[in-house]
């Protein structure tokens, strides 16, 4: 559902506003659909009338919770047919295009997921390729329903960037890369140290606390996109070079000489990643929320893309709920019961996606660490889907 201000033209050319209404409202569905023909007439009132309309209008707006509250996102990515995912250009295992152009990581695969959720076809999306800095604002503008970025939840982003964080895809966290024969073993002998990370990130931020903390002078060298500052760490500009530690794994494939290069030891922030939604929608915000949860609860079901079939016949009532075998969950999402379904056989659970992204079955082979179930000694954790 949703109400957004309307400006519409008259004859005298000169524009006009109105409400607009688009909502599956009981009470508004008619103004609606009659809006084109209410603006024409609309024109044509006395300023009396006009005001009467308003009035009218805003009651029926009113009686929503709030036009905030109420941006369709889920109604415009239907009517447009695909969902409009603002990813990493080239983040290795969460979002970067392969040879044919076709985008490969967790990140691109939450998206994917979330497409084949809605429209039966995983490949119902359009990656947006997005600098750390563009990222926000190309989220609250529209210009993509969701972020599923390498996205610290922080916050100030949850709050005064008017977002939402709808989860966490993988916890990480905050590391440093130099070069061996710096001789260094520990950031504590960074002191000094001159530091190449990117701008617009936390990593950028942490650095500074870090440091300042441990009362050890250094200096920053920002970057726009991560090529620019491991090409400047390369280029031997700055001693270390400082990302969340998930991807200096990958970016160490990339350089030249990777053997030359360590990863230190310390982790100095907390880098809890997952996708990022406009606040206002509650209907999308708890689309996103919940496909993250089914991506972990099917894991902890023990239901993957390979034998979701056969556990449909499943007697586990959590099973069946998820598979939509009972109950209704699926509609409650403003979706049908099978979309679960769709979701895991598309991208699987959420371990054949940390596997194939990220862990065993890639290039990166990221231990799961922290991001274990809970069951397993990790911190994944699904509320209940009932
Ligand atoms: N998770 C952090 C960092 C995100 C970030 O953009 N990291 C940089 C590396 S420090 C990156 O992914 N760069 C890839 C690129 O832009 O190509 C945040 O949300 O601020």
């Given amino acids: 559902m949703r109400v957004r201000q309307a400006f519409g033209r008259c004859n005298d050319g000169k524009l006009r506003r109105l409400v607009r209404l688009h909502a599956s409202s009981p009470n508004c569905i008619e103004m609606d659909a009659h809006h084109t023909r209410l603006m024409d007439n609309f024109c044509d009132m006395s300023t009396t009338m006009k005001w009467i309309v ?9 009686w929503l919770p709030s036009a905030q509250a109420l941006a369709a996102t889920l109604d415009d990515v239907k009517a447009k047919g695909f969902v409009s995912c603002g990813v990493n250009h080239g983040l290795p295992g969460f979002s970067s295009s392969d040879e044919k152009g076709r985008w490969q990581g967790m990140d691109a695969d939450l998206c994917r997921g979330l497409a084949a959720a809605i429209f039966a076809d995983p490949d119902k999306v359009k990656f947006v390729p997005l600098t750390a800095k563009e990222r ?27 977002l939402h964080f709808a989860g966490v895809t993988y916890y990480d966290g905050q590391g440093f890369m130099v070069h061996k024969k710096l001789g260094v073993g520990s950031v504590l002998e960074l002191s000094g140290a001159t530091i190449c990370t990117q701008a617009g990130t ?3 931020m942490n650095v500074g606390d870090f440091f300042d903390t441990k009362n050890m002078p250094f200096k920053l060298l920002t970057f726009d996109k991560t090529e620019e500052s491991v090409q400047a760490y390369e280029a031997g500009q700055c001693n270390a070079f400082t990302a969340d530690a998930s991807q200096l794994y990958a970016f160490r494939l990339n ?18 990643l997952g996708p990022v939604v406009r606040q206002g929608d509650d209907q999308w915000f708890n689309l996103v929320k919940w496909t993250v949860f089914a991506l972990i609860e099917a894991e902890e079901l023990g239901i993957t893309s390979e034998n979701i079939d056969e556990k449909r016949t499943s007697e586990n009532p959590a099973v069946r709920r998820l598979l939509g075998v009972e109950g209704d969950l699926g509609r409650k999402l403003g979706l049908d019961n099978d979309w679960a ?15 194939r992204n990220i862990g065993e079955g890639s290039p990166l082979n990221i231990a799961r660490g922290i991001n274990k179930l809970w069951s397993d000694g990790g911190i994944l954790y699904a509320p209940p889907l009932r």
């Fill in 54 to 62: 308003r009035a009218l209008l805003v009651a029926c707006a009113a």
């Fill in 202 to 204: 936390t990593t950028e």
């Fill in 341 to 355: 379904v769709r979701l895991i056989k598309s991208v699987g659970n959420y371990s054949e996606m940390f596997d």
């Fill in 255 to 272: 350089l030249a000489e990777p053997d030359d290069h360590i990863v230190l030891p310390e982790i100095i922030s907390k880098e809890p």
């Fill in 136 to 162: 926000f604002t190309a989220l609250q503008s529209g210009e993509v329903d969701i972020l599923s970025r390498n996205t610290t939840w922080t916050m100030t982003r949850d709050t005064a960037l008017g």
